[in-house]
């Protein structure tokens, strides 16, 4: 208690002096105590950016852009902990990374308090006027994928906030309100335009349709600003201005939900969202149960659904500790094409069970009631059986619990955007956060919370995770189709990792990547705890996925003999970016080892 007082004393001594500066004669908020110095912003190039790896002893916050980790640093200085952080970051990243989440949008946050895991569901929700149609054109065809996501139906009732502020009530120390000062600033002073934030402003046709956008990123003559532009955004300052001091009602009532639902109501192509779908979305329970499983010497814990995420990393993990483990998994810094024909097929295994069994346990029961079916050693080990010494092609599902499945297999949809956090305090807490607002840029339809004033927050594409389609080609109902109030299925893969003996602390990670979240998390886990490979290097490693079909290794990181080997094996083999975003912090002796993914702008911080 002595402790908190006394940084209140120092930090409304630093508050008024930074008032002062910024505001001239403004009245200081009493309430507020911490205060926020805009940092030196570090110019990174996209595209693959090596990364040191950052060793720290107190604390550590890692997020994907310097200046959302460094307002995580900074609350964390000031005796925040690891959720005050994680309300930081995310609203930092709302502005500085729109395109990957923010406040329209949704998100799962583990919580370790030094004892229990404390798991808070913010995802989106589908509108009470949502049905399995949503996606069907007038002949019940199904909407191509972009006209889907570039309209009002795909937008759900955002979440993050609400989340956040459940997470806050629990988990806080500082003030609710002092968690905004950093976003707001930035908001207000303006913050330079990072290079992957102007490449994605560049490369996006369909963002500059939507006016609040154009207005906000482009000149006059349709040019995206350059790298280095000072962006203000006056609307989002306000929004985050009115969240903080009244809370999270200026946000699911009034100016800023009749404003969401005026965006989605009059886009070409408008969605089912009334105000009365976002006042309902606070009132109700946000926590829910981790998932843990056992795995070598290790306890990972992870999300249940409408998360796939963990139980398709274990799944394939548990597949392949029933196999002959290659006499060289890794070659140097490249996973071995022995390694990787059991991992891909593994993949195939668990992707072929996520297409079936995954959605919002709300409307849909696991097989033999229990999600831990699909993690059932014995399970996992006929499955395994299924690996041969050449590629499968394509897996069907199996029966866990020896459950006769009813429902259809959802094929494929492409998902790209997301953003993870991960923070460990000074007290021991740590979050893990994966947040998304699904797509670049979401659905396009940006909001200015009814403020008037120029700028605002991207509204998501959520809903396109759900089925297009109600039933799969078989005709039988899939089961993560839409349905009213219900959640889309996630990949998203917030994860923790304890020692399965003393039950310490280990790891925290998480990735963004649309389904390939799965693979990036799972080749993170492995190369940390498998390879003794310490955060950074675990995420340097290239990337590889399967989605049960062909193999997707990263492009330009493969030696053509490995690549051979795998088609020798009968696999399929495309090359892609494959453009990860991992962070991940590990427990050392001396603290914390953290790492950020060099694909991305990413940074770790901490003392
Ligand atoms: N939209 C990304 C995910 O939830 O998996």
Known sequence: MNHLNCISKISILSILILQFFLSGCDEPDPETTVSYTIPEQPEMATGYTPKPGWETTEFAV?????????????????GGSAVDAAIAVQMVLTLVEPQSSGIGGGAFLLHWNGTDIHAYNGRETAPSGADENLFLDEDGEPLSFSDAVHSGLSVGVPGTIAMLKSAHDQHGVLPWADLFKSAITLA????????????????DDRLPDDE?????????DGEAHPVGYNLRNPALAEILRNVANEGISAFYSGAVAESIVERIQNHSRPGPMTVKDIEAYPAQNFETQAICTPWKEYEICGFPPPSSGHIAIMQMLGVMEHLERPAEALQDTV??????????????????DRNRYIADPAFVDPPGESWESLLDDGYLEERAALIGE?????ADPGEPALVKARHGIQPLQPDKGTSHISINDRDGNAVSMTTTIEQGFGSRIMSDGGTGLPGGFHLNNELTDFSRTPVDEDGRVIANRVEPEKRPRSSMSPTLVFGKDNGNLIASLGSPGGAAIIHYTAKAIVGMLDWELNAQEAIDLPNFANYNGPSVLEYGRFPDEILDALKARGHEITLQDLTSGLQAIQRTADGYFGGADPRREGVVMGD
Request: charged residues 20%; glycine residues 4%; hydrophobic residues 45%.
């Open 335 to 352: 996973p071995s094409a022995d390694w990787l024909h059991q991992y891909l097929e593994a993949a195939k295994l668990a992707f072929a």
């Open 62 to 78: 890692a997020a994907a852009n310097p200046l959302a980790t460094d307002a995580g640093y900074q609350i964390v200085k000031a």
């Open 390 to 394: 050449t590629s499968m092609g394509e």
């Open 212 to 220: 609040i956008a154009r207005a906000l990123y482009y000149d006059e």
């Open 188 to 203: 207000e002073e303006g913050f330079s335009l990072s290079p992957r934030l102007q490449n994605q402003l560049v490369q």
